[in-house]
Nanobody, 125 residues
Framework: VQLQASGGGLVQAGFSLRLSCTLSGRNFSRDTVAWFRQAPGMDRNFVAAIFRGTMRPYYADSVKGRFTISRDNARGTVYLQMNNLSPEDTAFYYC???????????????????WGQGTQVTVSS
């Protein structure tokens, strides 16, 4: 199983980016997929997740109303649309996947078995 994250870049505050996370190696529809981010010198934190089956999205409070997570099972891809970006969103963004995530552990890194290599998002003021 491999995860490939892409779409990062350098943008000005207020602009948008869309990240993509592509999973290969198995039936993607069985996975819950999440995005985490890690700023320099900081812990890696939960950003958003989309549950397998229901495809219900979950968000960290800091990104609610600005970020949207979605998935295209046919393409094996999860997207993170990030709007109205601010310098505080600057971080390395990682996608993660697992077939066995339960709701109470959705925001826990240890719940995810597979991780992508990450993509850098930099927002200038």
């Amino acid at each position: 199983v491999q995860l490939q994250a892409s779409g990062g870049g350098l943008v000005q505050a207020g602009f948008s980016l869309r990240l993509s996370c592509t999973l290969s190696g198995r039936n993607f529809s069985r996975d819950t997929v999440a995005w985490f981010r890690q700023a320099p010198g900081m812990d890696r934190n939960f950003v958003a997740a989309i549950f397998r089956g229901t495809m219900r999205p979950y968000y960290a409070d800091s990104v609610k109303g600005r970020f949207t997570i979605s998935r295209d099972n046919a393409r094996g891809t999860v997207y993170l649309q990030m709007n109205n970006l601010s310098p505080e969103d600057t971080a390395f963004y990682y996608c993660a996947a697992s077939t066995s995530v339960i709701l109470s552990k959705l925001q826990s890194q240890s719940a995810y078995a597979y991780w992508g290599q990450g993509t850098q998002v930099t927002v200038s003021s």
